[in-house]
């Protein structure tokens, strides 16, 4: 069962179950999922001179691409949490932490902080990176090893630490 067919498996099952919230969360990230899968399908009709037939194939988004799409939508909320608590709207605040719960569900487990910073150090010895200037280089690497399974600016955070430790 491809990540798309779950998401579309709970929301059935919420609907039966009358879980509005649920429910809300689930269209919305159909809905996103939807519009994404028709801008790939857009880009192939531009790009490439391909039968249509060929274009839906290619043109449906794969789990990798599902998980970038909810990994985004789960940064969009964290984003909007820090502004809800500046702006004292812990209701709000409390949604958007429901809605990164539900959304988590259809994330790869997640690496711990120890796991991150081992793959880290990994990395910045087999890149020889000595200083915060050779970031980049580290944090491209790494994250194409951690995609879907750490948020880029944990993964950023880690990175800068071990790096800027090295100067010492």
Known sequence: MTLKEKIQEDLKEALLKRENFEISVLRYLSSVLHNKEIE?????????????????????????????????????????????????REDLVKKEEKEI?????YLPEQLSEEELKNLAQEIIMKTGASSIRDMGKVMGELMSKVK??????QVAKIVKELLSGQND
Do not use: W
């Open 148 to 153: 879907g399974r750490a948020q880029g600016d």
């Open 101 to 105: 719960e539900i959304l988590k569900r």
């Open 40 to 88: 790939k399908k857009t880009a192939l009709r531009r790009e490439e001179k391909l039968p249509e037939k060929e274009i839906e194939e290619k043109g449906k988004l794969t789990d990798e691409e599902i998980i970038e799409v909810i990994m985004a939508e789960i940064k969009k909320r964290k984003e909007s949490i820090l502004e809800f608590e500046r702006g004292q």
